[in-house]
């Protein structure tokens, strides 16, 4: 169990968690919320040892593993699959010393405890969880560094899920998936077998993969059974219970301070009034829940509405080299008030589309027909790079309207959510969300007819994550999104096109038909794997040599190395099970070595499975 017992935190004289408790039983999946700030990373920092508390105590079962997501993606020349199968120290460590021991007795504790931790099956969980994150087979047998610090951030929780910690702590990880790597997240976590605490924002997360949740709320915290749709029922009847016990006990007070007040000077009713004084000492005050008021999000409505379609494209290819288009023949069309959410994987073309409908990106070949005058606000998170960082918010709505006034620039800004001295804070001290704000605000400054929304929801709250749904509600223009979060797309969305395959595709079905899809096909993506088929995925640089580490010849190598491997630790088993009188002598250790050759044997046989599967594709190639 993990006990948080009157735990008080402290960062910068700023005191965090004011003598909080909670108990986390084993097994527990624990949604972890909270207003952006007010100390939830700063908790999971000082159960990982990192932070000092000011009182109380934190206490772990002493054997348990505590894994958490790294601060730094991972680097370096070795392939995905190593990355994630290293995050397994023991197992790693183990399978070095057997290459190297020579005492029978220690041979027998390696291969024992291999196979206790189901060790030769590792490779396949491994490339489960990577599939599962949106990586290809051939992508897995790629160098680390290939990749792009987001993809790399999604290594880091494969491996961080791969080690499969005793206790989990994930600090908002979709932030680095798209929609579909948080499916398959989601469907992850509801199944995980030990205990996880998980900061999110992601209602639908929360909503599917925990069954209890963490508030903190004012430096206490406080422990809800159920999902987070639950906790929001249950915190808001204790609202409405504090509230009208505030009440009762405000009367209360009033009633016998009125008694004190007009028989304090009788000497007939001293002892009355002094008991009453006393009584009013005694009272424990109750203070009603206070709900923090969530700062709206308004976009500015269009001068004119156009006439629809404001956007037809018609056969179009696109990309970044005419040689090979992300995008081909697509076709499509956009009305005045179209709610168009984008699906598909990261590296399929979202962004590219995007692009494309936003004017950014010309078409190599087809037509695309824009309505006059029309206007695009667009929004993506990449562009916090692009704001001034020792700006303010005023300063970035001066900008745009040069020629006003200072009470019209102030109003304006006041309007996008900075208000008074929340308008002269300058940017780099901004929290993310604020920052996500300010974009939002300038870049549907000028009132667009459409609205292209790329990830708008990292770094917000849920409770920001529902005045965003309601704004996008409220405007009368088309929008364009691509998100991973699903309260989003459901709340918003009355169209999902899919992005995938080189074009796009009208999806005829709901949110949930398509998760059912997704996880349908990473899981067949596994099973192909596991049977020595080559999903080759998406396009990547240096696809050659991906295919040739991939090749069935490669893999016959790599399997007649395996082959090569186990066959000398059975040999090493072998020679000690040959000693004279072993089982009379120590037939623990016997058994041990039992065991472990059995172990080794069912690894051998997957090995020669994989080296036939690999030699039978090899030979039909060639033939």
């Known amino acids: 169990m993990l006990s948080l017992t009157e735990i008080s935190v402290r960062i910068a004289g700023r005191l965090l968690i004011d003598h909080g408790t909670a108990q986390i039983v084993p097994g527990a999946r624990v949604g972890f919320v909270g207003r952006n700030g007010v100390g939830k990373s700063t908790l999971f920092a000082a159960i990982r040892g990192e932070l000092p508390i000011e009182s109380g105590s934190i206490?772990?079962?002493?054997?348990?593993?505590?894994?958490s997501l790294a601060q730094e993606a991972p680097d370096g020349p070795e392939s995905l699959i190593e990355v994630v199968l290293k995050a397994d120290l023991e197992r790693d460590a183990l399978l070095r010393e057997a290459d190297t021991a020579h005492d029978p007795h220690r041979i027998a504790e390696i291969q024992t405890r291999l196979v206790d931790i189901d060790a030769h099956s590792a490779p396949a969980r491994a490339a489960a969880i990577l599939s599962g994150l949106g990586f290809s087979t051939a992508d897995q047998a790629r160098p680390c560094q290939e990749f792009s610090g987001g993809w790399r951030m999604r290594v880091a929780l494969a491996a961080t899920l791969f080690s499969a910690p005793d206790l989990l702590l994930l600090d908002e990880p979709t932030n680095y998936l798209d929609l579909e790597g948080t499916l398959w997240l989601e469907?992850?976590?509801?199944?995980?077998?030990?205990?996880?605490?998980?900061?999110?924002?992601?209602?639908?997360?929360l909503d599917t993969s925990v069954d209890q949740i963490l508030h903190l709320d004012r430096g206490k915290l406080t422990l809800y059974k159920g999902t987070y749709s639950s906790f929001e029922e249950q915190r808001a009847m204790r609202e409405v219970l504090d509230a009208k016990h505030a009440k009762r006990q405000a009367d209360e007070r009033k009633r016998l301070q009125a008694f004190v007040d007009r028989f304090k000077a009788k000497a007939s009713k001293a002892r009355q009034a002094q008991s009453r004084v006393k009584m009013l000492e005694r009272m424990k005050p109750v203070t009603a829940l206070v709900t923090q008021d969530v700062r709206e999000i308004s976009f500015p409505v269009p001068e004119k509405m156009l006439s629809p379609p404001i956007i037809a494209v018609d056969n179009v290819s696109v990309g970044y080299d005419p040689k090979s288009p992300v995008l081909n023949r697509v076709t499509l069309r956009i009305d005045t008030d179209d709610r168009i959410a984008l699906l598909g994987s990261n590296g399929n073309g979202k962004s590219t589309l995007v692009k494309l409908l936003a004017g950014k990106l010309p078409p190599f070949s087809g037509h695309v027909t824009r309505a006059d005058k029309l206007s695009v606000g667009y929004f993506a998170q990449h562009q916090v790079d692009e704001l001034d960082l020792d700006g303010s918010p005023y300063d970035h709505v001066r900008r745009l309207m040069p020629e006003a006034t200072e009470t019209k620039v102030r109003g304006r800004t006041g309007a996008i959510g900075f208000s008074g001295k929340a308008g002269d804070t300058v940017v780099r001290s901004l929290s993310g969300g604020e920052k996500a704000r300010l974009l939002l605000g300038l870049a549907t400054f000028f009132g667009p007819n459409m609205i292209i929304l790329d990830e708008p929801t990292n770094h917000l709250d849920i409770d920001s994550r529902a005045a965003l749904a309601e704004a996008i509600n409220?405007?009368?223009?088309a929008v364009i999104m691509v998100s991973h979060d699903r309260y989003l797309i459901e709340a918003c969305a009355d169209q999902l096109w899919v992005v995938a395959d080189h074009t796009v595709t009208n999806f005829d079905g709901d949110l949930d038909d398509y998760r059912r899809m997704v996880l349908s096909a990473r899981g067949m993506r596994v099973s192909a794997r596991e049977n020595g088929s080559n999903d080759r995925g998406r396009e990547k640089p240096q696809r050659n040599r991906n295919e040739k580490r991939n090749s069935p010849k490669q893999r016959i190598s790599d399997?007649?190395?395996?082959?090569?491997?186990?066959?000398?630790?059975?040999?090493?088993?072998?020679t000690a099970l040959a000693l004279p009188d072993l089982f009379k002598r120590d037939p623990k250790q016997a058994g041990q070595l039992a065991k472990a050759r059995a172990g080794a044997e069912s690894a051998l046989q997957r090995a020669e499975e994989e080296w036939l599967a690999a030699s039978s594709e090899f030979d039909n190639a060639a033939g």
Do not use: M
């Open 59 to 67: 206490a772990l079962p002493p054997r348990w593993r505590v894994g």
């Open 187 to 205: 469907d992850h976590l509801a199944h995980y077998p030990r205990t996880v605490i998980v900061i999110s924002h992601d209602r639908d997360l």
């Open 474 to 477: 409220e405007f009368p223009g």
């Open 559 to 574: 399997a007649e190395a395996e082959i090569a491997r186990i066959n000398g630790i059975i040999a090493k088993i072998d």
